[in-house]
């Protein structure tokens, strides 16, 4: 099945979900909430499989997936800038990449952003310090780990099941923990 049941309830209620482009598959578990409202801001190349959830925000956010590229159950990515993902990219269960805070910093504009959400829906405008995360080709990111805003991982490189990467990680790379540290350089092929 392309399509999970999800998505198609979504569709039916005429909301915007996403780009699947041929060969391309969601698993039963995922989940796409396109707030932003436009189909074209989440695209998913060919050849990928998600489980998880994938979402952008009323004020921005746009998702590119690249081909071959596993996003496994309940992992979710969100975006309120950019996020990219490059081919045969692996990212495990339980994973959270995110390119902005989420919720301000300022207790008032967080608590305004709150009732905003229950009583109106996502703020159409909102300062969330975005910053675009870039996630190269080839790379394995391990169950239950954190990619925060702002960060590049390169090419082939593996992140440690569990890790909090804050900072970015170099090009054929291993790299563990919270916050990820380098531990060696892998062998590029
Ligand atoms: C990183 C990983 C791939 C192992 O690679 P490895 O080359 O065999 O690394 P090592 O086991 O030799 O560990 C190297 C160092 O990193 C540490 N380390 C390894 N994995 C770690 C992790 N996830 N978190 C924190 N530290 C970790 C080791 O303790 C070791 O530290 P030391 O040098 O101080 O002794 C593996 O530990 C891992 O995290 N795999 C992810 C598994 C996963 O998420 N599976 C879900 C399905 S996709």
């Not at 998505?7 to 915007?16: D, S, V």
């Not at 309940?74 to 994973?95: K, N, P, V």
């Not at 959400?117 to 310090?129: A, M, R, V, Y």
């Given at each position: 099945?392309?399509?999970?049941?999800?998505?198609?309830?979504?569709?039916?209620?005429?909301?915007?979900t996403l780009t699947l482009h041929a060969k391309s598959k969601l698993g039963p578990y995922a989940r796409i909430r396109n707030i932003r409202g436009e189909s074209k801001r989440i695209v998913v190349d060919r050849n990928s499989f998600i489980d998880g959830e994938l979402l952008t925000f009323k004020h921005g956010g746009e998702i590119s997936i690249g081909e071959f590229v596993y996003v496994g159950e309940s992992s979710r990515i969100w975006s309120a800038s950019q996020i990219t993902i490059g081919d045969r990219t692996l990212i495990s269960f339980g994973c959270f990449i995110t390119d902005?805070?989420?919720?301000?910093?300022?207790?008032?504009?967080r608590h305004q952003q709150f009732r905003e959400i229950f009583e109106t829906g996502h703020p159409k405008e909102i300062d969330l310090s975005?910053?675009?995360?870039?996630?190269?080709?080839?790379?394995?990111?391990?169950?239950?780990?954190?990619?925060?805003?702002?960060?590049?991982?390169?090419?082939?490189?593996?992140?440690?099941?569990?890790?909090?990467?804050?900072?970015?990680?170099?090009a054929n790379t291993l790299a563990v923990g919270n916050p990820a540290r380098f531990v060696r350089e892998l062998i590029a092929e």
């Amino acid at each position: 099945m392309r399509l999970n049941f999800d998505t198609i309830r979504q569709r039916l209620a005429g909301k915007a979900t996403l780009t699947l482009h041929a060969k391309s598959k969601l698993g039963p578990y995922a989940r796409i909430r396109n707030i932003r409202g436009e189909s074209k801001r989440i695209v998913v190349d060919r050849n990928s499989f998600i489980d998880g959830e994938l979402l952008t925000f009323k004020h921005g956010g746009e998702i590119s997936i690249g081909e071959f590229v596993y996003v496994g159950e309940s992992s979710r990515i969100w975006s309120a800038s950019q996020i990219t993902i490059g081919d045969r990219t692996l990212i495990s269960f339980g994973c959270f990449i995110t390119d902005n805070l989420t919720h301000p910093l300022s207790p008032s504009k967080r608590h305004q952003q709150f009732r905003e959400i229950f009583e109106t829906g996502h703020p159409k405008e909102i300062d969330l310090s975005e910053r675009p995360v870039v996630i190269g080709k080839d790379v394995w990111i391990g169950c239950n780990s954190i990619v925060l805003r702002g960060v590049s991982i390169g090419d082939n490189s593996v992140i440690g099941a569990g890790s909090v990467v804050t900072k970015d990680i170099p090009a054929n790379t291993l790299a563990v923990g919270n916050p990820a540290r380098f531990v060696r350089e892998l062998i590029a092929e």
